[in-house]
């Protein structure tokens, strides 16, 4: 069991697997045989219809009948409540309220978007990139959102792929840190920040597509589960 809300725990291996379990829900156009006998938990509080619409194509394939939680319950409401039905529990919540959720080991918890993005927007860009056969070893992207989520999960992901992420911005918004510790490592990429756009091969800005970020939500589902 394992939660999904960064991308710093994740060996490459565990990024290719992802990959490779996210590819077999596009090969099969998310449709799936399994009876929905799982039940995952949404806490949201943004209400982003794209999100929720993914999330239902992404649970309903790898078998998970999506439920609602309430809005006024804290972490530890949704522990006391939610906690003893789940199989996972998954976030889409700029508030900060459900931090506590990641520090239990009994439920695990995906984040979905927090603060405008996250992980699961990384991954499936990178998921695209991946399948289409185009190198990842040096690969120049940029980004120019507003997301600080999106922002560190793709700084994030330098540790494991060795490509060349390029923040388009006018102030450093990754914590100094997390870049301390990336240095300190074994960084296979690089991160940088530049206030105007290099030469690069991909612009990641724009959101990932509902079909893939769904595809990438079935298959976090099953890597999550013990």
Known sequence: ??????LLPLSRSDLEFIWLLTAGWDDADLRSTRSTTKRLFLLDTVGDPLDRL?????AQAAGFQLLDVPRDLDAAGVLATIGPLADAIAVVDDSGRYDALYEQGDVPVLTVRRNG??????????YRWYMAGQPLRGLRVVWRGRSEATLTAWCEATRQVPLQVTHVGERDLVSPALLEELRRGAQQGEFRRLRTAPDHDVDATPRADVRTLACTIAAVLEFTQP
């Open 1 to 6: 069991m394992a939660h999904v809300h960064s």
């Open 54 to 58: 993914a999330l239902q194509l992404g």
């Open 117 to 126: 993005g996250g992980p699961l927007e990384v991954l499936a860009h990178l």
